[in-house]
């Protein structure tokens, strides 16, 4: 089965937004009993109860989930209040497991991801069943990595796939664990419309700040649901305490999304006039570009003849410092300004350097 081919009708079943929610990790019957209860209690529109049952962990020797005796502990979850359930798969013997606990929603973390290995495996094992079966992003910032594991789950027949965004890895320090790298999940979208994307804003956050908003951009995105960590005492949770919350600050959370139509009846005509101005906004954009780049050979041409190196030091630094004032000057982010002129300037450098080894 081609994955384009996919309907997923599966998450019609459930209010829009789809929210599944729970602790990181299970930890015990009572963690768990309570979490769920107080999430009802609260009123928590949560029709999906997650929980780590196996947790991968960066170093050996730290909490790794509790193991299959905690399916017993989601089973009663779902028994007692229900939830759906929910849980990460990274084998065959995990999706074993899971199945014969009846976990409803089944996810592929992002370390489990990167390895097509471990996709086939599990895939092989899921063959044929009527599972819900959620693909986080891999570590890396690789659509074609995301894709290819949704592909080997629909080769597999099965037809219940779902996407979750969680961000990406990044050396570089931010205000987020995992930066969002929003136009990748833009671009997943654009390609797979039919597959059904969900954020995970807890784990982008890595903390408790900002889980709203990641969660509200999402939906202004058209995201489908919303993934988050709730614990019935988050600071002493086992595993990623800091980005859990408790389910009456969950309820809160939610309640003060706003969830945005893909459609407004007479709205069209008007964004479409507005969509037509960009178009002619951004060939301009283009067209002054092809110049600037006719430019930059000319440069690349006389440093080619007068023997002189591609890159100048100076002369960056002059383009930064104007970057930064035109930012200022118009009122626009200074990291959007500089980002472009950085791209601007690498493009030249190549253009310059194609120059100099033609000669």
């Known amino acids: ?50 929980a780590g ?8 020797n730290g909490f790794e989930g509790v193991g299959s005796m905690g399916l017993g502990w989601l089973r009663k979850v779902k028994q007692e209040f229900g939830y759906k359930t929910a849980t990460e798969v990274a084998n065959m013997h995990h999706v074993q497991a899971a199945l014969e606990a009846d976990v409803d929603v089944l996810w592929i973390g992002a370390r489990t991801t990167v390895n097509p290995f471990a996709v086939q495996e599990i895939a092989n094992a899921l063959q044929g069943t009527d599972r819900i079966v959620l693909v986080k992003n891999p570590v890396n910032p690789d659509l074609t990595l995301w894709i ?21 890895s990044t050396y570089r320090k931010t205000n987020y664990r995992n930066i969002p790298n929003w136009q990748i999940a833009l671009d997943f979208k654009n390609q797979l419309p039919n ?30 649901g919303v993934m988050i960590e709730a614990h019935c005492n988050p600071d002493e949770a086992w595993s990623d305490a800091r980005q859990q919350i408790t389910p009456e600050t969950l309820a809160s959370l939610l309640s003060g999304l706003v969830v945005r139509n893909e459609e407004c009846a007479g709205f069209d005509e008007e964004l479409e006039r507005y969509r037509t101005l960009i178009s002619d906004v951004d060939y301009q ?34 383009v930064t410092e104007y970057a930064k004032r035109k930012a200022e000057e118009t009122g626009m982010s200074q990291e959007f300004i500089e980002s472009i002129f950085k791209t601007i300037h690498e493009q030249s450098v190549v253009v310059q350097n194609d120059i100099m080894k033609s000669k």
């Open 285 to 318: 954009v283009i067209d002054l570009l092809s110049q600037r780049m006719k430019l930059s050979e000319k440069i690349g041409m006389l440093k080619s003849d007068n023997n002189l190196t591609v890159f100048q030091p100076d002369r960056w630094k002059a």
């Open 195 to 224: 597959i059904p994307l969900i954020i995970d804003p807890s784990h982008i956050c890595g903390n408790r700040t900002g889980l709203s908003s990641v969660a509200q951009e999402a939906l202004n995105l058209g995201y489908q």
């Open 53 to 60: 049952i196996w947790k991968p962990r960066t170093k050996p």
């Open 148 to 168: 290819g594991a949704l592909e080997r789950l629909a080769g597999a027949d099965i037809h219940n796939l779902g996407a979750i965004h969680r961000g990406f």
């Open 1 to 50: 089965m081609q994955l384009t081919d996919i309907k997923n009708d599966w998450i019609s079943q459930f209010n829009h937004p789809l929210v599944i929610a729970g602790p990181c990790s299970a930890e015990s019957e009572t963690q768990m009993l309570e979490t769920a209860a107080r999430m009802k209690e609260a009123g928590a529109a949560v029709p999906v109860f997650r």
